[in-house]
């Protein structure tokens, strides 16, 4: 039970791995994620992925740069005092990275993925 709890804590903690290669005018940035992940249930690879925000509209995507994955999300207000990051958040579940939130400026998508909240709240008996 100490060890999952451990675990949560410190993947909760695991934060934003990804490097940010480059930016245009179309709100289109290219990102590099160093490690295989999954988004909905499904394994993408390590690789580059473009992030595209259309500024006239509250949504977000990934697009892989190696294949037709793409993944489109509502974007909420986050923290305004980060209106230049970009971050693409992770959970380490058992050595399995899973995308979580992606942050767009102000802007930051809900929970992607609620599975390290229930592994968290078993360990705690709830």
Known sequence: MRSILRKAILASAFGAAVALAGNSAN???RVNVP???TVAGKTL???GYHLVHDPSSAFVTLRSLESN???TWLLTP???EYD????LR???LN???VLQSVQYGSMVTPRLDNKSIDIERESRGQ
């Open 78 to 80: 986050g923290p305004s």
């Open 45 to 47: 690879p390590a690789g």
């Open 84 to 87: 230049k990051k970009i971050a």
């Open 95 to 97: 050595g399995t990275h």
């Open 69 to 71: 994955d793409s993944y």
């Open 90 to 92: 992770f959970d380490d």
């Open 35 to 37: 490690f295989n992940f």
């Open 27 to 29: 709100g289109s940035n």
